[in-house]
């Protein structure tokens, strides 16, 4: 970091504080005083603490307390939660975070929030909560919220905000500028103001900065943007997310089956959106539950991990199997025994390379159907060369470790098949669970790894009791 | 999906193509027809086809062809690459299509493009070919793009644009409106008004919605918005990333040592950051080179997996070094040799679920000193605990195979070990990593997985040969 001149103004402290070693974090010093608060039971420090701090900072230390002290900073600062804070918190905190509250604190909170943040908080609520909630919302935003409830999970529905800046196609500019200045209903943030048709269907959009830089008399149609494209309330999330990635999208009208505009979904969801699906893909590939926080409770975390192991467990119990087929000969060759995990954990590895590749490749929709057997057969040859090469290497070991020349060809050989098996079983497996409809990375990396011990120690056992014995 | 209406006007082609089974990805017939006229060298044909397209999707098509199929296309499209399908491309394919095309076809190109694309693309370039192209730019576009590769590789400086809007802090709305009606060189996007002191030190932002809203002699300084912060020239490209996540930003101001404003960064490139971070991260946990992408050719992608697996082969034998120490053991009771892979196997699954959520707390700021050693603490109980439960039904499931209660006893224990390790393992190392600066999810995997192979096998084999024998 450079050195910084002095800043003429009040925000020198949050400033300076932004520009230290770890200059996106709140100070540790300032988390510490917020639990010495806590305990201290110190209401009035615990707001002047958390005052000048932005909600999702906020939400940020509510997550990292302990249950205890989190019930103990609802108590005190419980009223001052607020719409924003809430809708930052993470799912099974916010929660308990709800049962704790007031319920006018709560009420307060949610008529301050935007529809789309009402409908995450609610959505997973049971009927009793859910109408508590709805009841605080006026009129329409309760209708609002309701009919984004009526679309499915994860659909673009239940993404999009109802609030759409709208003109008609034939408006000028001016006619436009006018308009906004007498509404007084506009949402927090938009971007674009959409162009519709008499019958509300969207034709099109024109940047707000475009309008801001064009004269009175210019018609809208002028301005329109080549980007535009709608997106149904249908769509899935994750399918939002992809086309506000790949076309650079700041904001999308959404519509429903008679093609008429019914929301928008801004590029902040997307993002969150694209975040998430991201995290999910990486807890899966690694055989977590895709809900795991780093602020689960010990129970949490063993019921988020605990089915994979027991999946693993069995599947270890298998490739076990294949090893107890040929305990003669290992009683033998007892360098079979040294040896084997070797060949069994190269075609883990590189199994799991390929899978990784494969998985996101289809998840970044950039694995398709035109190029699928090309990739197949690179994988196929990578795999083949890998397995040359490591055999080679793995041959001339196992020759000067154990000084036998069939004990290095055995493993070479098992190495090359195994290899070879591990690159197909990484490439065929995902395609074929997201051929099924599955999510490749959700069980693709237990039967790789299960293929290739089973591979692996067949092969190389199986060779040496025919080689060896 | 549901029924579609009829949509009056020219763009029901493109429209009812995205409604179909995979609605966000060009027709896999129409990928057939690029492909046949690339064959044909059918050079109209091909601009037919590819004129309605996005550029991101030709970009795509582009990246999809095979390397002789490219240079084809070149042939026959190449005069009408422009900078946005060039941006488009994944950086180590856009560098053979630089060589490709035409000088001339190249100075347009990036004639056309923001001042942070340009910088991208040439960032990687050698100094006679980065020199090429910028003589293309106008002076002023030049130095924007050498004053931007003046910063750090991967900071603040290379992601922004150095085009800004800025109004001086004391202006009302009317003036603000009038200055924008006259100026004809506005950035393609901008969601912000900056204000600025007379020393250029930005104060505070004016979202474009409220600026329309506004009366014209509102002054700007009431329409400020509170989420206003800005982002040091230096900073990571990965902290802006977060602070854009975090704080819900749609832009920054960009300030340079001395807290002068120099740019802007724009949502849609932080999405950009934190798409590319992700993949990064499961990537490198999966030990494939952070630049593998589907399109590779066979040696390129052995490239980027053989080093890793290398290193693997290395630690594989490092762990067989450990069996090979009890070697006389497993002689006499070969039960072992079947059972040891499933010790190790829980101990490598167990381990890597929790370096997995470890490396993503530390990449989303979430694990941190406030509350690092409660996650310890809360890893090594989960990793006593399935240890526990998973050393009761292994050392029943062994002593019914192998009938032998010690056996039963010796894997139920260094079961425990092996998995109480696994958890501190998986969590101590990618911390011990990102102390000593280097990232958690490029070594971690490999460490992990040493530490789960050689404990297990000698938990379990130290434990047979002290009771077994």
Redesign the interface.
Known sequence: ?????P?P?DQTAE?SA??EE????PR?EL??QI?AAIEAEDAAELNTLLEPM?A??IA?VI??L?PAERRAFIGLYGGEIDGEILSEIDEAIRDQIIEMLPREVLADAVREMDSDDVVDLIEDMDEPEREEILSALDAGDRAAVQQSLAYPEYSAGRMMQSEVVTAPEHWTVGET?DF??N?DW??E???HVVLVDPRR?P?GYV???R?????RSTPLKELEEDSF??V?V??DEG?VA???????L?SAPVV????RLVGVIT??D???V??EE??E???R????GED???????ME??RQ??P??AV??VT??V??LV??VF?NT??QV?????????V???GG??G??T????V??LAT???????VW??VR??A??GL??GL??AV??GV?AWFWFDGVSLAAVIGIAMVVNLAIAALAGILIPLALEKAGADPALASGTFVTTVT?VVG?FAFLGLASAVLI
């Open positions: 970091m450079t050195e910084q001149s800043i103004d400033k932004e520009r770890d200059e996106y974090l540790p988390l510490q639990d932005h999702a900072d940020d997550e990292n302990d500028l906004l200045r509404e506009l949402p943030q938009f971007y269907h034709i940047t707000l900065g309008l801001l830089a064009a004269k494209r709608t149904s249908y769509a399918d992809y086309i506000f990635n790949q076309y650079h700041i429903d089956g008679d093609d590029i902040d997307a993002m969150s694209l975040d991201h995290e893909d990486i807890l590939l690694a055989g977590v795991s926080a780093i602020t689960d409770t010990v975390t063993l991990r605990i994979w192991l693993n467990l270890a119990i490739a076990s090893i107890a305990e290992i009683q007892v360098a079979l025994a040294v040896l084997m995990p070797i069994a954990s190269m590895n590189a799991t390379q899978l990784t590749v494969a996101r490749a929709k950039s694995l398709t159907g035109s190029n090309r990739v690179r994988e040859v990578v060369l890998n090469a490591f290497v793995m070991v011990d120690f």
